[in-house]
């Protein structure tokens, strides 16, 4: 599997953006999907997590309420809905998958995209 994050930039505080990950392979449905981000001078964190067919999703307690995790199968596109933004989602932002159920451990997963940059500025 291949995955390409896309949709970061530069937002003010308390905007919105969205993140997709694109994803190659006919097996896409068959794999979990997580989203994790790094700041600079920071551990690689886990922000979110969805399963396989989308019928469960995880959150990090710093996101929980303000970011949305979905998936379109159809398309092998994972997206990532980020509202009420904040300066300390200032990261990296990237995708990455596993085989059925997502965790919050980065090594866990087989596959990573290159990821996005989300600045968040006043």
């Known amino acids: 599997v291949q995955l390409q994050a896309s949709g970061g930039g530069l937002v003010q505080i308390g905007g919105s953006l969205r993140l997709s990950c694109a994803a190659s392979?006919?097996?896409?449905?068959?794999?979990?999907l997580g989203w994790f981000r790094q700041a600079p001078g920071k551990e690689r964190e886990f922000v979110a997590g969805?399963?396989?067919?989308?019928?469960?999703?995880y959150y990090a307690d710093s996101v929980k309420g303000r970011f949305t995790i979905s998936r379109d199968n159809a398309k092998n596109t994972v997206y990532l809905q980020m509202n009420s933004l904040k300066p300390e989602d200032t990261a990296v932002f990237y995708c990455?998958?596993?085989?059925?159920?997502?965790?919050?451990?980065?090594?866990?997963?087989?596959?990573w995209g290159q990821g996005t940059l989300v600045t968040v500025s006043s």
């Open positions: 969805i399963n396989w067919n989308g019928g469960s999703t």
């Open positions: 392979g006919r097996t896409f449905s068959t794999y979990a």
């Open positions: 990455a998958a596993r085989r059925v159920v997502p965790t919050t451990r980065t090594y866990e997963y087989d596959y």
